[in-house]
């Protein structure tokens, strides 16, 4: 990266009051840059990310069913966010339109229904790869993981017990998660990934540093108080995709939200033009 291009970034901090953390690769060749990309911070629902992608490999395996019907209770799970967490009434869904709330709206109550069904090793896989922050004495045990995953998603507490308060990653592994969606080797997992995560509705982020057309984002963006941020695809038309995954926090209270999340379409464009 060119100091020209690290002064435009530093800029963009500066401007919308904010820390920031990011990591950009080629797809093709791995090239890769970035700024405090292996510290390790909270990510927020970035998280569902590699969950979506673990269930679309139980899926391929055959050990879920996508027509799978799943009774959903809005008092289930946190008691924020969009999604069931605001109905008033239960309903009855099936798993893929689960997995379409989670990558849509990133409805949380959905995430906590998905977790319950997956298979024990997409389970183990996924407490590997976000642990609970409380102790997990054995990683490696099977045994205990299921059981603290049981434990963590039958949890009523509300928002404390969302996973997006507890998921922590450096945004390189954050990078990584989506690089494996790209290079999943069924044709199948890598078609619906991408098609899940082009439902995303919030376009307030990543996408409002690119123009409406000539370029497809597929993205999870990621919340946790003054901490935004947006893990995404990117492919300019006619080019190689690209991965950025970008966390910023306000430091400075008096800048406006808006301000905030605008940055991190402007930080994406300047990672993107400088992988090009």
């Known amino acids: 990266m060119t100091a020209r291009m690290e002064m435009a970034l530093e800029n963009v901090l500066t401007r919308s009051g904010c820390e920031g953390w990011w990591c950009a690769s080629r797809l093709h060749d791995g090239v890769t840059i970035g700024r405090k990309q292996d510290e390790r911070i909270t990510v927020a629902s970035l998280y569902k990310i590699r969950l979506l992608h673990l269930t679309l490999e139980a899926i391929q395996r055959g050990d879920l069913d ?32 689960l997995m379409k709330q989670v990558a849509s709206v990133s409805d949380n109550v959905a995430a906590h229904e ?37 434990q963590y998603v039958q949890s009523q507490g509300g928002s404390s017990t969302d996973i997006a308060f507890s998921a922590v990653s450096s945004l390189a592994e954050i990078t990584n998660d989506l690089e494996q969606v790209w290079k999943d080797d069924s044709a199948a997992v890598r078609r619906s990934m991408c ?5 995303q509705v919030w376009r307030h982020r990543v996408p409002s540093g690119f123009p409406p057309s000539g370029v497809d984002i597929y993205g999870k963006t990621g919340t946790v108080g003054l901490l935004h941020g947006e893990a995404s695809i990117i492919q300019v038309e006619g080019e190689e995709p690209i991965v950025v995954s970008i966390m910023l926090k306000q430091v400075v209270p008096e800048q406006a939200m808006s301000t905030h999340d605008g940055a991190i379409g402007e930080v994406a464009r300047l990672l993107v033009d400088a992988l090009r």
């Open 114 to 150: 998905i977790l319950r069904l997956l298979p024990a090793w997409a389970r183990e896989a996924f407490l590997k790869r976000f642990p609970p922050h409380y102790d997990l004495q054995d990683r490696n045990s099977l045994v205990t993981a299921e059981k603290q995953l049981r």
């Open 66 to 97: 996508p027509r799978l019907r799943v009774d959903v209770a809005p008092s289930k799970g946190t008691y924020e966010g969009y999604g069931f967490a605001a109905f008033d009434d239960a309903v009855n869904v099936s798993l893929r339109d």
């Open 195 to 199: 098609e899940l995560l082009g439902l």
